[in-house]
T-cell receptor
């Protein structure tokens, strides 16, 4: 079974402070991991995928297979980062690729 | 326009009625998904489909039915709506290649009274 856990439902930081959104996963195999973001009244959109090792809007995420984690980090939070963030795992279901999301973390960046 | 569209955007229905939420894509992506989004639960997978005529249950399939006779459409039917099915429903598509991005519809806000 595949599972994604985001332990913090709410996270509040001040502008300019570092931020880390935690994500742990459970999957017996090589997972594809993603971070999606949902800004207010907008549809979900991809932020990062682990395979790319890229930095988007200052965010980075490193896959740690030993700890089964894929935490999202940004050194200096901005007010426009306020949004709902979802960690997602794509693994093999009985009928092919099954995309599972965590419960989400609502990030608020205060001025 | 190319993309993924859901209809209707908003729906109010009565307990016990059958409701169908539509999802249409123009990309011919192999995979399609239905999720419900509830406070405290995040996005939960209802059903998914790897191709036309191939569907499978997700985490919370009870009370829902799907079909996929054509690649581009993936309707979700609530056979007999209950208040607990009040939620925001999202459809998503994903190409069959590894590590590809999933694209989401704008959501359908369903209220069961």
């Amino acid at each position: 079974a595949q599972r994604v856990t985001q332990p913090e439902k709410l996270l509040s930081v001040f502008k300019g402070a570092p931020v880390e959104l935690k994500c742990n996963y459970s999957y017996s195999g090589s997972p594809e991991l993603f971070w999606y973001v949902q800004y207010s009244r907008q549809r979900l959109q991809l932020l990062l995928r682990h395979i790319s090792r890229e930095s988007i809007k200052g965010f980075t995420a490193d896959l740690n297979k030993g700890e089964t984690s894929f935490h999202l980090k940004k050194p200096f939070a901005q007010e426009e980062d306020s949004a709902m963030y979802y960690c997602a795992l794509s693994g093999q279901g009985t009928s092919g690729s099954r995309l599972t999301f965590g419960e989400g973390t609502q990030l608020t960046v205060n001025p | 326009d190319a993309g993924i569209t859901q209809s209707p955007r908003y729906k109010i229905t009565e307990t016990g009625r059958q409701v169908t939420l539509m999802c249409h894509q123009t990309w011919s992506h192999s995979y399609m998904f239905w999720y419900r989004q509830d406070l405290g639960h995040g996005l939960r997978l209802i059903y998914y489909s790897a191709a036309a005529d191939i569907t499978d249950k997700g985490e919370v399939p009870d009370g829902y039915v799907v079909s996929r006779s054509k690649t581009e459409n993936f309707p979700l039917t609530l056979e007999s709506a209950t208040r607990s099915q009040t939620s925001v429903y999202f459809c998503a598509t994903k190409d069959r290649w590894m590590n590809t991005e999933a694209f989401f519809g704008q959501g359908t806000r369903l209220t069961v009274v």
